[in-house]
């Protein structure tokens, strides 16, 4: 399974672009990148995911680079709900869950 | 449409005792995934089921934890005897496996605290 960096924490402004990178350089062909986050007292909810492609939904936008060893999650337009611990997922089968990136959202 | 739904949402025990978790999956889904989750040791797959099968409970602490599938919407994890150490935030997740995508729908959780 492939590994994935991310910073511990990142701040942001609302209303402003969240921008979330991954680095994932020992990604397989078949090894999906997912994004999941944690609000505080929650459980992980899903966000998005992709392959190859730049993925977009209503949460979300997931852009993968070219030779798919990091990605970027945004949030078009962070709010205070946004403040959560977002985690990278690359792989194949069942999803594993590393440390992630403590997102806060500063008003 | 409901989510995964865990009960109870809060449990405390005194050390000893048997504790159940239960969790209802998300109707059509058929893969069942349980996670604990500690400050100390993040969010950790303890086991997981696909069509009521368990395939991989290497997660599993030790003996004294036990999960089933009654049914195919169903499941209980199981510790007995609890330890203090056993405190977490016990979560279970649903999937609809079979397409190579595995987007897990995660439930509120059960918050155990073991005295």
């Known amino acids: 399974d492939a590994k994935t960096t991310q910073p511990p924490s990142m701040d942001c402004a609302e209303g402003r672009a969240a921008n979330l990178p991954c680095n994932h350089s020992?990604?397989?062909?078949?090894?999906?990148v997912y994004w999941y986050r944690q609000i505080h007292s929650q459980g992980p909810q899903y966000i998005i995911h992709g392959l190859k492609n730049n993925e977009t939904n209503e949460m979300a936008s997931l852009i993968i680079t070219e030779d798919r060893k990091s990605s970027t999650l945004i949030l078009p337009h962070a709010t205070l709900r946004d403040t959560a611990v977002y985690y990278c997922?690359?792989?194949?089968?069942?999803?594993?869950f590393g440390k992630g990136t403590r997102l806060h959202i500063l008003p | 449409d409901a989510g995964v739904i865990q009960s109870p949402r809060h449990e405390v025990t005194e050390m000893g005792q048997e504790v159940t978790l239960r969790c209802k999956l998300i109707s059509g889904h058929n893969s069942l995934f349980w996670y604990r989750q500690t400050m100390m040791r993040g969010l950790e797959l303890l086991i997981y089921?696909?069509?009521?099968?368990?395939?991989?409970d290497s997660g599993m602490p030790e003996d004294r934890f036990s999960a089933k599938m009654p049914n195919a919407s169903f499941s209980t994890l199981k510790i007995q005897p609890s330890e203090p150490r056993d405190s977490a935030v016990y979560f279970c997740?649903?999937?609809?496996?079979?397409?190579?995508?595995?987007?897990?729908?995660f439930g509120p959780g059960t918050r155990l605290t073991v005295l």
């Open positions: 020992t990604i397989s062909g078949n090894e999906y």
């Open positions: 089921f696909n069509n009521n099968v368990p395939i991989d």
């Open positions: 997922i690359v792989r194949a089968g069942q999803i594993i």
């Open positions: 997740a649903s999937s609809r496996s079979g397409t190579g995508i595995y987007t897990q729908y």
